[in-house]
């Protein structure tokens, strides 16, 4: 079936270095979306991207959507304390907009 | 504005039993989804109700139910509990059928013994 996965599991920084994740789809995506779980929390919307090849920007956070519309990353630059939490990507089941199927997240941490 | 309101935040149930969670929506949004998030796991789509109707169902079992009122609030029944049910359950309301831009309560930890 339909499959979102995203890399890395974990990911261990310290404060100011620059994360990655990376999200990829078994199947094309009418588009994506990014929530971030702080911990003990719920998710909470970021952004979602539905162009092919499109890059957008918070901050220091930027969101990018593959070309063939199957995988996306999100980097943040010089991470702060703030950031902690796992990022989670998500994407529309095929010809079931109405249903997410999110990937099993990436958790960051951040040492001050 | 409120957000999206669940209730109750902790439950606490033994195996067999059942068990009754509740969502009231953002005011003006007619969509609710359900969502289990077992620890560690992303969350996985039980069910979404939009206008009052069943839009879709993921895949669990017939022990899941759920409906959506004329207010547009909903709660998520589950009968006959396994030790496996327990989960952070997470309800999201959006204004559109198609679930862009969710907005998430703060769940209801279930806990199973």
């Known amino acids: 079936g339909q499959q979102v996965m995203q890399i890395p599991q974990y990911q261990h920084v310290q404060e100011g270095e620059d994360f990655t994740t990376y999200c990829n789809s078994s199947?094309?995506?009418?588009?994506i979306q990014w929530y971030k779980q702080r911990p003990g929390g719920h998710p909470v919307f970021l952004i979602q991207?539905?162009?092919?090849?499109e890059v957008k920007k918070q901050k220091r956070l930027t969101f990018q959507f593959g070309e063939a519309k199957k995988n996306s990353s999100l980097h943040i630059t010089a991470t702060q304390t703030t950031d902690v939490g796992t990022y989670f990507c998500?994407?529309?089941?095929?010809?079931?907009?109405?249903?997410?199927?999110f990937g099993q997240g990436t958790e960051l941490s951040v040492k001050p | 504005d409120a957000g999206v309101t669940q209730s109750p935040t902790h439950l606490i149930k033994t195996r067999g039993q059942h068990v009754t969670l509740r969502c009231s929506p953002i005011?003006?949004?007619?969509?609710v989804s359900w969502y289990q998030q077992v620890l560690g796991q992303g969350p996985q789509f039980i069910f979404q109700?939009?206008?009052?109707?069943?839009?879709g169902r993921g895949n669990f079992p017939d022990r899941f139910s759920a409906r959506q009122f004329p207010n547009y609030s909903s709660e998520l029944n589950v009968n006959a509990l396994l030790l496996g049910d327990s989960a952070l359950y997470l309800c999201?309301?959006?204004?559109?059928?198609?679930?862009?831009?969710?907005?998430f309560g703060s769940g209801t930890q279930l806990s199973v013994l």
């Open positions: 999201a309301s959006g204004r559109q059928a198609t679930n862009e831009k969710l907005f």
């Open positions: 005011s003006g949004h007619k969509s």
């Open positions: 109700y939009y206008e009052k109707e069943e839009r």
């Open positions: 991207l539905v162009k092919s090849g």
């Open positions: 199947t094309t995506l009418s588009n």
């Open positions: 998500a994407g529309p089941r095929y010809n079931q907009g109405g249903k997410l199927i």
